[in-house]
């Protein structure tokens, strides 16, 4: 009914307008007008709500998100493939008798794929027996021959199913696609439960939603029992294809939720057909690898020769029945569309019972009865590929004459290649949009887990609604959002504690390993947040230059400023410096550049880009809070300063504060709230070794100078250093330098001199593993107490003496010895205990 509203007491109406669309079914409001039984509460406290307050609430939800870090990527997008995670304030309700029904659909169909995948890889009695035409099975890619005859522990193919639905207009529900490779959406449909509980707390608990954490506490114990009772305290990791899969986020957020590594195939390797995990101290024997990557990906030795993703050797790690990979490889095999044809069939063969829920109707074009349906039908059907789940899908109805008639022909010719689908008209659902609440097409993704003894759901699922009224295309790729699954009914959540023969096992300390690459990482993310902090520190100290007036107890010139920048490279040397207004304009650019340009390497937002980098792989691993500083950081120039002269250097100076304020938070967070670990340790020897090369390149700029030119930069080295407090308190007002070399090259309590950096990276280098065991001090901390010895023998009023030409050539010799050392010390660090070499990260030196 056109006009019809959620209640009678909108605050604002026609915002609060609501008209499902004609032809299908609407998931909270029946024909007549009025909420569906299990709709009315959540109708109501919207309609009370009103239309801004609900936009307040979404708002709060973003911010949740953008907090959070949750993010989507986006293949192809040219404005770059990351994009925040959608989510409607407005949930999905679902019935709890309705689910019920949906339970037992879902679980019956977790089964009947798990036993045909058990048979593919086993007897093929389906294929001999002609129940399954065998072009479907040995044609079909997902079919991997490599693993014929593998049948995992207890003959579980499938730890985790997810089943893609679709209501019709006559209100059944219908299945549209299977996932069972490696299904995707879990860790989003949680967070969406996070978000929307804090966005909607009050009807959240007065809906009495069923709780999700029961599944995947259950899940997760399901996991480390199926690698058998061999191994008293199995290791469970989870396998990602890293941090430019689509899903990446909910990789890392599964990880960091059950507390278990999140590794790349190049943190694997195989020994004598077991699996295990490189970490600083050596191998680590891996048990269980819920994998997130594609089946043939998993291993170039015996599946795709070209992936770079894989374990080489995991097939026959997996063949001796040394290790369980969740989903079993192979399992998308059963992910084949034209498969749907005949589940009824091989339900009632295998499983002796009739199929609970449909699949949306679909004809095999490799049976001539159904190739001749799908011809004399075209334009009410979709044309897909037979094989591939996510294939072009072709609407013969949407063509032209001559385009229509060519992709008739390919069906004829390769007839084994394509089924014909019936377009299901999807349901709608109401949805925030920036006009009002508006009907979305709905497609629900539920999950079902393998608990030991059968298959469960979880009670709830990733509901995701397409992007406009006007389409029925629901793909994330393409735009679509999400919403929470509710079903009520609290008090159902009670999930079974395994049997006794499931090799449940007590609770057990694990010991914590640190993988090389992940301490790679960590060494980068201290690196690359120093290289933010120096950098803005700089930029900040100069930028008065342009104003005339800075906190520094007097102005910074422009000629100071352009002697800094040209020391350290940033401005060609040796340039006239021309007239006042040539110089500001010079300097401005150059600064402005130094923050904002992302394609010069070293500038401001070029490291915070890289600390985005690094920092993502390492979520499962830094606190809730840790990260949100870090995302902070990442997003701290989502917006440009105004091009308004007049509003652009408070603009930029205010960014270029609140960073130094996050950065700082992060420092406050490492050094309170982190355990002593070697993730820890290799950050800071990360941080110490890039603030040591910043202070050694400021000095340099400094000692290039003549010395009235020098005296003047010295005041901008020591807020650039933050010491300028500390100076004055010792020194006074003189500026010397030998006076600040003594504060910032040989001060042990100062923590910001190159004393104090030289000796952090000789205690925390002792202290990792291997070094108090071996009799010869390993090359690592063999420089770095040389470095140490050499900085704490400097003598300041040496250095600081000039020769007869006005050249200070025992400070800037000393400077750059210390430079190559440092670089020296990072290289045997990354020789003796990281996965990537210097030479493999940008701006290594």
Known sequence: MAGRRLTESMQDRQRWSYTPVAGHWDEAFRPSGLPRKHWRAAAVALGRMGFDDLTRVWLRGQKIIQSNGVTYNVYGDPQGKERPWQLDPIPMVVDPDEWCAIERAVAQRARLLNEILRDLYGRQRLTLDRRLPPALVFNNPGFLRACHGTVPRGGVFLHLYAADLARSPDGDWWVIGDSTQAPSGLGYALENRLVSAAMLPALFNRCTVRQLAGFFDAFRRALENSAGDSTANPRLVLLTPGPNNETYFEHSFLARHWGIPLLEGGDLTVRDNRVFLK??????????????????????LELRGDSVLGVPGLVQAVRSGHVTVANALGSGAV???????????LCRHLLGEDLRMPSVATWWCGDEGALRHVIGNADRLVIKPSMRRFGELNLPAKLDQAARARLLERVE????????????????????TDRGVAPRHLVLRVFAAWDGQEYVLMPGGLSRVSADAGSQVVNMQLGSGSKDTWVLGAGRDAFRPPRSDTFDRPPHEMHVVLPS???DNF???????ERVESGVRLVRALLPSLSGEGDLGSAVSLETAEDFLSGLGYLPGGSPRGGISEQRWRLEHALTDLIYDASRVGSVIWNVSHVRRVSWPLKERLSQDTWRVLNQVANSFATRPPLNPELRLAAQMNQLDTLVLTLSAFTGLLSDNTNRSDSWRFLKIGKRIERALHLVDLFLAVAAQPEERCESMLPVLL?????????RSRFHTQMRLDFVLQLLLSEPANPRSLSYQVAGLSRYVQALPGYATTEEVPPPLAMAKAMLETVRSARPDLLAARDSEGRLPDLEAALLRLRGSLYDFAEALASRHLTLTRATRFGAN
């Open 413 to 432: 010719a390769h007839a084994n290649e394509y089924v014909g689908q019936e377009q299901v008209a999807l349901s709608t659902v109401p949805a925030r």
């Open 517 to 519: 690459r992940a301490a």
């Open 279 to 300: 970490t600083l101290s050596g191998l680590e024997r891996v048990d269980v690898i819920l994998r997130r990557t594609d089946d043939d990906y998993c291993d170039p």
């Open 523 to 529: 060494f980068w993310l201290g690196r690359y947040a």
């Open 335 to 345: 992910e084949a569309p034209g498969l749907m044809a005949f589940l009824p069939g």
């Open 719 to 727: 807020q650039v250093a933050d010491s300028s407090i500390s100076y």
